[in-house]
């Protein structure tokens, strides 16, 4: 199988893991690795088909990557703003001291912008009213199953995200076995059969690009926040509608939790850069007090 090469140096110090957090889901996530010699794998659909990324940071900062599959260009080209390249924080102002305190300490704290919605889709939409550890099985479960094995000379169990024909092809009982309840598996159902007009929100961005995707029915603001942080680096997209987010945004800056109203009245002043600010407070690791109510892990395989 062909590999494809490229060198890339940014002009900005380049955290990889800090600025591919909010890609990863979970530990095990069969998309996304970081491996023990410093290198970075990453699986992807695009339009000229999957691909395998792999990269490391050598030590004079230069980026060097390889990529495989029929996808390879586009991933290739697209390593810059994978990586935060395409950010932009000019006219960012911290309105509070925390967020400020946070700026200075995170001065490579970049957006990721991977260019591909559907990719981002299936997890978010997986993660609507469920816990974590729930929405990572299952993404675990889909990609293990209906995902194709990553093109290249890749880890063991390393897997692309399965494509919109194969979740169109998925069977009731196989969401079923995937823990995915019939209101979620009719979201992703839905989507997919439009998915090729969904990655036109990537090039219309902004709120444009986030009513589009809420088009598809079961898709709100939560979930197209979501996807726009991770397909084109939002810098606005707040995820309303969130269980933490509210919480930890009103202990970091007020002192008590909000709900919904009292985080869009907190973060008006932010716009429209309000979910740069959310990012910082949780890359500095601020997060909701553990108490009170907590959803509950179920298993939609033992219904």
């Given amino acids: 199988m062909p590999e494809l090469p490229r060198r890339w140096r940014p002009d900005y110090p380049l955290d990889v893991v800090g600025v591919l957090s909010p890609l990863r889901r979970g530990r095990g996530d069969p998309c996304l690795r970081h491996d023990d010699g410093g290198r970075t794998w990453l699986t992807g659909n695009t339009a000229d088909g999957a691909g395998t990324l792999v990269f490391r940071v050598c030590g004079d900062g230069t980026v060097e990557a390889r990529a495989w599959g029929d996808g390879a260009s586009a991933l290739l080209e697209g390593l810059p703003d994978l990586l935060g390249a ?11 001291d925390v967020v400020a305190r946070a700026r200075r300490r995170l001065p490579s704290l970049r957006l990721v912008s991977t260019g591909r919605v559907w990719d981002a889709l299936v997890p978010a939409v997986l993660e609507q009213k469920v816990t974590r550890h729930e929405a990572h099985r299952s993404w675990r479960e889909l990609c293990s199953w209906f995902g194709e094995p990553a093109p290249g000379p890749v880890p063991e169990g390393l897997r692309v995200p ?10 009731d009982w196989q969401w079923h076995r995937a823990g995915v309840d019939l209101r979620r598996r009719s979201t992703l159902v839905a989507a997919a059969r439009v998915a090729h007009r969904l990655e036109e929100a990537a090039t219309l961005r902004g709120e444009h690009g986030r009513a589009l995707l809420r088009k598809v029915p079961g898709v709100g603001v939560w979930t197209a ?19 933490h987010v509210p919480s930890v945004v009103g202990h970091a800056l007020v002192g008590r939790a909000l709900d919904d109203e009292g985080l869009a009245e907190v973060m008006a002043p932010y716009a429209p850069q309000r979910q ?3 990012r910082y407070l949780q890359a500095m690791g ?8 907590r959803y509950p892990v179920r298993d939609y395989r033992a219904i």
């Fill in 225 to 243: 926040a979501e996807v726009a942080q991770r397909a084109w680096g939002d810098a606005d997209a707040v995820s309303f509608g969130d269980f």
């Fill in 276 to 278: 740069r600010a959310v």
């Fill in 162 to 171: 399965p494509t919109p024909s194969a979740l169109v092809s998925v069977s």
């Fill in 86 to 96: 395409a950010d932009d924080d000019s006219g960012f102002v911290a309105h509070h």
């Fill in 286 to 293: 601020y997060s909701r007090p553990r108490f009170g109510p």
